[in-house]
């Protein structure tokens, strides 16, 4: 497994940016898909995003409608999650997750390595 380390979040306005970055070691994701979910307090986790080995193939919840972008810097070890536009219903922990396949999946159980998420909090 590749060990995963969330960053970037913090408490921002409504309409602010933030990006998030996951730091992968032990591993290189290069042959992995990699993926963000998020979990808000009292909600099911659910998925966000998720990018294939090469960058090529990139899915997104419907709930992002073009204000997240999903990338990956396989030289750097990184995916990163730019969020912009943020509302206050974006408030969540925010996990990274990768999956030692090219398949891509949406589940979060699928994945095989899971990091211990950041916190974003975007205020009114």
């Known amino acids: 497994q590749v060990q995963l380390v969330e960053s970037g979040g913090g408490l921002v306005q409504a309409g602010d940016s933030l990006r998030l970055s996951c730091a992968a070691t032990?591993?290189?994701?290069?042959?992995?898909?990699m993926a963000w979910f998020r979990q808000a307090p009292g909600k099911e986790r659910q998925f966000v995003a998720t990018i294939s080995r090469s960058g090529s193939a990139i899915n997104y919840a419907g709930f992002v409608k073009g204000r997240f972008a999903i990338s990956r810097d396989n030289a750097k070890n990184t995916v990163y999650l730019q969020m912009n536009s943020l509302k206050p219903e974006d408030t969540a922990v925010y996990y990274c997750a990768g999956r030692y396949t090219d398949v891509v999946v949406t589940t979060w159980d699928e994945y095989d390595s899971r990091g211990q998420g950041t916190q974003v909090t975007v205020s009114s």
């Open positions: 032990g591993r290189t994701i290069s042959n992995y898909n």
